[in-house]
């Protein structure tokens, strides 16, 4: 079973910045990715920003040149830096793993808030 713990997010003012982190354990293939999404009250779920296990990443539209994917594949956690953050990029954020083996395997965290607010 995969788990995937989240941690970092938390209440920041207009332009500042947020790290967060995500965890996988468990039974894992190593080549994976792995990515963060959010999801806003009423709004429907959208990808941030994804990394594959050779460093290729994705970014949303819009939070391009503010934030920034990385991993650690030793440590099988991903982090997500924001920067210049905005009200609008209040959400819950949620990790993500993806691989296929012989069928598709998605897992994701529990979900971490981030507020942006003065």
């Known amino acids: 079973q995969v788990q995937l713990v989240e941690s970092g997010g938390g209440l920041v003012q207009p332009g500042g910045s947020l790290r967060l982190s995500c965890a996988a354990s468990?039974?894992?293939?190593?080549?994976?990715?792995m990515g963060w999404h959010r999801q806003a009250p009423g709004k429907e779920r959208e990808l941030v920003a994804a990394i594959t296990s050779g460093g290729l990443t994705n970014y949303g539209d819009s939070v391009k040149g503010r934030f920034t994917i990385s991993r650690d594949n030793a440590k099988n956690t991903v982090y997500l830096q924001m920067n210049s953050l905005k009200a609008e990029d209040t959400a819950v954020y949620y990790c993500?793993?993806?691989?296929?083996?012989?069928?598709?395997?998605?897992?994701w965290g529990q979900g971490t808030q981030v507020t942006v607010s003065s």
């Open positions: 993500n793993l993806n691989y296929s083996l012989g069928r598709d395997h998605d897992y």
């Open positions: 468990g039974s894992i293939l190593k080549i994976n990715i």
